[in-house]
């Protein structure tokens, strides 16, 4: 098992440019969340999806947008960078045989805007 | 809206020495407080989890407390090693998956040889 995968590792953007994150799971999970974190700030929630088909709003969802594509694969998309959104982004999953709240993370994504 | 406090920001201890690291929430309908710990470039890892029915859990040389009607739980970190050094962080979630999980803003531990 490969456990939660993430693409790209490092990206570099110019401000106004547009990206996806990719995120896939192979763990049979439910769940799927994208949290950005940044110094001193631990890691706050942009967007989760509860199940395949739903998506809902964590606490800094403005200015990105998401999709559940299946079971698997949760992408997350910046329609428009901005230099605010320079952060490490990591992708996470939950709900599987054992303890359905505990979340595993994916390796994460460096993205730098200038 | 919902947050978790976390406290020291950072903490320094001897080798052997212990840690303890605490956090506050604030939704009172939250059940569920992870702790994960993250090294530097690494991903968060889970070491220890805890549910609102109970009051203590103990894994080896990590131990974590819960006082709900305080909101306040502790992580406890015994005879301490150097590659105990990294970032920790609490967090509290309601329900089962699916659910947001609100972290605390993370401690920087250094565990000096």
Redesign the interface.
Known sequence: NAGVTQTPKFQVLKTGQSMTLQCAQDMNHNSMYWYRQDPGMGLRLIYYSASEGTTDKGEVPNGYNVSRLNKREFSLRLESAAPSQTSVYFCASSGGQGTKETQYFGPGTRLLVL | ?ENVE?HP?TLSVQEGDSAVIKCTYSDSASN?F?WYKQELG?????II?IRSNVGEKKDQRIAVTLNKTAKHFSLHITETQPEDSAVY?CAA?R????????????TRLFVKA
């Open positions: 809206g976390q920001s569920y992870p690494k991903r968060p890892q889970l989890d962080f979630s329900g089962t998956g699916g659910f947001k999980t609100i972290f605390g803003a993370g």
